[in-house]
């Protein structure tokens, strides 16, 4: 898991480092749209998100495997309505929400062999015909080639730690995969941490066809209001459970799907290509 997260001085400023998060309006709108009243967040983080649907007066529940961002999220305003769970997509309770989304490119961080189980995961947590939608970089865009310190440098006043300096650089692209470092110097106190993310890009075929699999009917794909062109942002609605594949069938085809995938981004505010 990503330092980033999980350390605690990290995931204390995570927000302030996060600045305008007018990309998830998108997510919002689209709990509207579809008028749910249950709503689950994977990889909910520091818990933005979930707060945001809560005050629309919805029953959210978060989930995120970083005990570090749990505790920002916990000690928020208002963190006490939404039931917060230490975990992920494998390890969820008995649920049936409306919705569930994942934000920030959580998809990103998932390998191929959790993929299908949190896709799995995901489906038994929703009621039938429910909701997930999610986003996932478009890799045909090459956003890796900018990641760097270039790009991506600035110094931002946090409050309680002063001046932090960061910045994004790629350490390896081997596709699939792109690994990047983000660097975080502490001008107040000359700490300096690391935090390094391995995320997997999948094109929309790929994610098509892992869907399917998993149970899930494609309604459609979206432009990500914050990053157009960049993102693909999916929408799609779980089967029935006459139609839903089972787990085993659900690895066994997604295994197959990401070797044929061999052979044939971050998160961060900071690298916006």
């Not at 001085?9 to 009243?37: K, P, T, V």
């Not at 039931?83 to 961080?109: C, H, I, Q, S, Y």
């Not at 869907?211 to 009917?217: K, S, W, Y």
Request: with cysteine; net charge negative.
């Amino acid at each position: 898991m990503d330092e980033e997260f999980r350390h605690p001085r990290l995931a204390a400023m995570y927000d302030a480092l996060d600045g305008n998060r007018s990309d998830l309006d998108n997510y919002l709108e689209i709990a509207q749209e579809l008028q749910a009243q249950r709503v689950l967040d994977v990889g909910c983080g520091t818990g933005t998100l979930a707060l945001m649907l809560a005050d629309l007066g919805l029953e959210v529940t978060g989930v995120d495997p970083a005990a570090a961002s749990l505790a920002v999220a916990r000690a928020k305003p208002g963190g006490q309505r939404v039931r917060w769970l230490d975990g992920d997509a494998t390890t969820l309770p008995e649920l049936d929400v409306d919705l569930a989304t994942m934000t920030a490119n959580v998809a990103m961080f998932v390998d191929d062999q959790t993929w299908p189980q949190a896709l799995g995961g995901v489906h038994r947590a929703l009621r039938a015909g429910g909701h997930l939608v999610f986003e996932t970089r478009d890799p045909a865009r090459r956003a890796w080639e900018r990641w760097n310190r270039a790009h991506t440098e600035v110094v931002m006043v946090v409050s309680g730690q002063g001046h932090v300096r960061r910045w994004c650089e790629v350490l390896d692209v081997a596709l699939p995969w792109a690994t990047l470092r983000w660097t975080f110097v502490f001008e107040t106190d000359g700490q300096v941490l690391t935090s390094t993310s391995r995320l997997r890009f999948r094109g929309q075929d790929e994610v098509e066809a892992a869907l399917r699999v998993a149970g899930f009917d494609l309604i459609d794909i979206r432009d990500a209001p914050d990053r157009p062109g960049r993102e693909l942002v999916f929408l799609t609605r779980a089967s029935t459970p006459s139609t839903t594949a089972t787990a085993n069938d659900t690895a066994t085809g997604l295994t197959k799907l990401g070797a044929r995938s061999h052979r044939r981004g971050p998160t961060h505010p900071g690298c916006t290509a």
